[in-house]
């Protein structure tokens, strides 16, 4: 059964450096998504992604994320500069079009940033 | 506006007894509706979805949530509640044709020996 792969599974950087977080998303999907769930709290929606460019963002992702589709397969997420609040466990998703078609999860990257 | 509120943050019940996890939602349009499951340390896991066919909605592992429009609801259920079910709920919805899925704060459940 295809599945979303993620890596790596855990992160660890320091305050202020860059970190790349990668997502292998189905092969047939349209649209690309990451999340994040910071300890203890609910799944929060960071960002969409069709046809090679942003469709929604949040108001969590701001000008410190980035993310890209650099070749066909990878989706990845870029956080530049991290601060100790970006600590989270991120997840990748993705689906195919039209309604009703779920979003299949990641294992999600857990990101601790000292 | 879209928005999905899970009445309970924690619901304990005993092995064997019934489990009602409730969500209400709040959409302008026609919703899609979906319950996933996350265990502890693990990704999220589809357990069932409403698209606008049959109103009662049978997924994996024996849970059914019964979508409701006049009530907004879409509470997931289970008969007989399994030590394996304990886990954290996340009831979700995405509008027709939207772009974004909004999630619930999430239930804890917790089952009892």
């Known amino acids: 059964e295809p599945e979303v792969t993620q890596t790596p599974s855990h992160q660890v950087t320091q305050m202020g450096q860059e970190v790349i977080l990668r997502c292998v998303p189905i092969?047939?999907?349209?649209?690309f998504y990451w999340y994040r769930q910071i300890l203890g709290q609910k799944v929060e929606f960071l960002v969409s992604?069709?046809?090679?460019?942003?469709?929604?963002k949040s108001e969590i992702f701001d000008d410190q994320f980035s993310v890209e589709r650099p070749d066909g397969s990878n989706f990845t997420l870029k956080i530049r500069s991290t601060k100790l609040e970006d600590s989270a466990m991120y997840f990748c998703?993705?689906?195919?079009?039209?309604?009703?078609?779920?979003?299949?999860f990641g294992p999600g990257t857990r990101l601790t940033v000292l | 506006a879209q928005s999905v509120t899970q009445l309970d943050s924690h619901v304990s019940v005993s092995e064997g007894t019934p489990v009602l996890l409730r969500c209400n939602y709040s959409?302008?349009?026609?919703?899609?509706l979906f319950w996933y499951v996350q265990h502890p340390n693990k990704g999220l896991q589809l357990l069932l979805k409403?698209?606008?066919?049959?109103?009662l909605v049978k997924g994996i592992n024996g849970f059914e949530a019964e979508f409701k429009k006049s009530e907004t609801s879409f509470h997931l259920t289970k008969p007989s509640a399994h030590m394996s079910d304990a886990a954290e709920y996340f009831c979700?919805?995405?509008?027709?044709?939207?772009?974004?899925?909004?999630f619930g704060t999430g239930t804890s459940l917790t089952v009892i020996p």
């Open positions: 998703a993705s689906r195919g079009s039209g309604q009703g078609y779920e979003q299949f």
């Open positions: 092969s047939n999907h349209l649209y």
């Open positions: 992604f069709y046809n090679n460019e942003i469709s929604e």
């Open positions: 959409s302008s349009y026609s919703p899609s």
């Open positions: 409403y698209t606008s066919a049959a109103t």
């Open positions: 979700v919805v995405n509008t027709f044709y939207g772009n974004q899925f909004y």
